[in-house]
Nanobody, 115 residues
């Protein structure tokens, strides 16, 4: 019933851009705190960006100035605009929505940055 469905990953050259999205259903998305995480092979899952209900946004130091998180509550969708991509950004990107006491995760979308 509850779903977070991600799309929009892919293969891009260094310096390129992608804008993955995550569409939510089955819960009150507008009341949730929404984040993007990423996980590269052999590494811990890393928090990339978060948007709060107030509109406040936070970012990992490594993506400041390059990534922008946004949400469209009318469409129950969160986006991550990624510009100036680097090979180090290669990972599976996951969206997460927290609506206490529950935490929901998307299935992940692969982002590969390679020349």
């Amino acid at each position: 019933q509850v779903q977070l469905v991600e799309s929009g990953g892919g293969l891009v050259q260094p310096g390129g851009s992608l804008r993955p999205s995550c569409a939510a259903s089955g819960f009150t998305f507008s009341s949730s705190v929404t984040s993007w995480y990423r996980q590269a092979p052999g590494k811990e899952r890393e928090l990339v960006a978060t948007v709060l209900g107030t509109g406040t946004k936070t970012y990992a130091d490594s993506v400041i100035g390059r990534f922008t998180i946004s949400r469209d509550d009318s469409q129950n969708t969160v986006y991550l605009r990624m510009n100036s991509l680097k090979p180090e950004d290669t990972a599976v990107y996951y969206c997460r929505a927290v609506l206490l006491p529950n935490t929901y995760w998307g299935q992940g979308t692969q982002v590969t940055v390679s020349s």
